[in-house]
């Protein structure tokens, strides 16, 4: 049976999700952003909690870590290279590793760049990727830690995934990020289509995540230095992509 996901809302624009094998009978959470919703979502599907996933160390993240472990004894999954700031932590993952969640292989990619030590979670056979604060819908995350030449490179790795790979990412900022991605390039069609929809879901209340890979890479302004238009929008035809991608990440900071 496929792998289950239940999204669910957390703090005040978080998304915390559950991730279910029904055959294994083993149930995660991405991140432990708020426990009183986590708790609530695992008794409305009546799924036991038997994993934490930990992306990044940020509090809304890994703050709900040692008081889920304390009520259900269960095992928490972070970065190696973050293992002193992820509380709880009992198995360290890194690049280029697998393990398994049930039946399911769990490929961990580091995307260090919002801290260091940030790690994506990939399931191939689900085609389903939660990347916490490294890839947002139609962004990516601060600068907090690393360089912008650390994220591209991290992003990359996203990037080269399957475009129907559905994205999973950790907050709703979508529509602030559309204001922002319309700014550097508004010659883009498919991102003048999409911030549309996302002002009509958000007008409607409904989230505008999950996305996949493939409209990322057609509509996020940091998946697309390459493009010419936004380029020229930055008055830096031909640069290095890496320099375009810190230049648009340097504008968002103060958008
Ligand atoms: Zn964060
Ligand atoms: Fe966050």
Redesign the pocket.
Known sequence: MPLEVHQFPCLSD?YGYLIHDPDAGVTATIDTPEVAPINAALEEKGWQLTHILNTHH?F??AGGNLELKDRWNCTIIGSRDDAERIPGIDVKVGDGETFQFGNFDAQVFDVSGHTLGHIAFYFPEAGKLFCG?ALFALGCGRLFEGSPAQMWTSLQKLMALPENTGVYC??EYTQANAAFALSVEPQNDALQQRAKEIEALRAEGKPTVPSTIGLELETNPFLRPMSEDLQANLNMQGAELVDVFAETRRRKDSF
Do not use: G, K, L, Y
């Open positions: 978080n940020h809304d993240h604060d950790a907050h």
